[in-house]
């Protein structure tokens, strides 16, 4: 990190190693992850939403 990036907070920094590890394990997209990342982070993140990012990125692989 260099001095102008903002230092990350306990709750930010395990939302971005969830994320990460998701999008490795193929459980969510890039794409995703964004808005994930942000719910969490907050807090605002709910079961159904869960399921939705889940599904959508099962859905997606298995089109390909």
């Not at 394990?25 to 939403?49: F, N, V, W």
């Amino acid at each position: 990190m260099s001095t102008t990036d903002p230092i990350e907070t306990p709750a930010e920094s395990l939302t971005r190693q969830i994320v990460e590890r998701l999008i490795a394990e193929g459980l969510i997209s890039k794409y995703s992850a964004h808005e994930l990342q942000s719910k969490l982070a907050t807090g605002k993140l709910r079961a159904e939403d869960w399921r939705l990012l889940v599904e959508l990125s099962s859905h997606k692989e298995r089109k390909q």
